[in-house]
């Protein structure tokens, strides 16, 4: 089963605006990562945050964790055209081998 | 990071036969992981895949319908074997980080399979 849920399934917005996805998952993890996949092609990896982190950064991304929530946030300042793709959440449950559970994603469309 | 290329890009096979997917990675890795994803939907870990053992797979795949190759630290192939119409999604390989202060993974852009 899956570890992640995500929510929205779908947003779409204007160029300018910000976008925000969620994550929540199910069990204690090592860290969370969050991973962008254009039109169904490779995933690119975007930011990575550890259970003992509650936000980072990274240019125009912004990511929170809550683990007391057990949950994830994935903010996108000034949104470009460009951003549109398929966002997912990805947890590491600090186990053998770094295995990923993907969450379901996010489908996000920014229109110019 | 690392760099990595898969062969073929896709293909349109029968059902009833195998179609065997390459992975060739541009530095030395220790692990390299095999994903599913399937039409409109997230991905799914088939198997992991290291140097010098047999592959653990995960619950759901089995070795006979997905036979996984690791001949050196560059490279891999997943087999799907017998294929059938529900066989038809995007295969992935990845690999780790490569120290444990660096657990993202490298996505390869992987092979678009539709079984007929």
């Known amino acids: 089963s899956q570890q992640g849920e995500e929510d929205p399934q779908a947003l779409s917005i204007q160029e300018g605006e910000n976008a925000t996805m969620n994550c929540s998952y199910k069990t204690s993890i090592n860290n969370l990562q969050w991973y962008r996949q254009n039109s169904g092609r490779g995933l690119v990896h975007l930011i990575l945050i550890r259970s003992n982190e509650r936000e980072k950064h990274s240019g125009r991304l912004r990511v929170t964790l809550d683990t007391s929530k057990k949950s994830s946030s994935l903010l996108i300042t000034a949104s470009r055209a460009a951003d549109t793709a398929s966002y997912f959440c990805a947890t590491d449950l600090g186990t053998s081998g770094s295995r990923l559970t993907f969450g379901e994603g996010t489908q996000l469309t920014v229109n110019p | 990071s690392a760099v990595i290329s898969q062969k073929p890009s896709r293909d349109i096979c029968q059902r009833g036969t195998s179609l065997t997917i390459q992975c060739q990675v541009d530095?030395?890795?220790?692990?390299m992981f095999w994903y599913r994803q399937q039409p409109g939907q997230s991905l799914t870990l088939i198997a992991t895949a290291n140097q010098g053992s047999e592959a653990t797979y995960e619950s759901g795949f089995v070795i006979d319908k997905f036979p996984i190759s690791r001949p050196n630290l560059t490279f891999s192939t997943l087999t799907v074997s017998n294929m059938s119409p529900e066989d038809s999604s995007i295969y992935l390989c990845?690999?780790?980080?490569?120290?444990?202060?660096?657990?993202?993974?490298?996505f390869g852009p992987g092979t678009r399979l539709t079984v007929t």
């Open positions: 530095s030395q890795v220790t692990m």
């Open positions: 990845s690999v780790g980080g490569g120290t444990r202060s660096s657990y993202e993974q490298y």
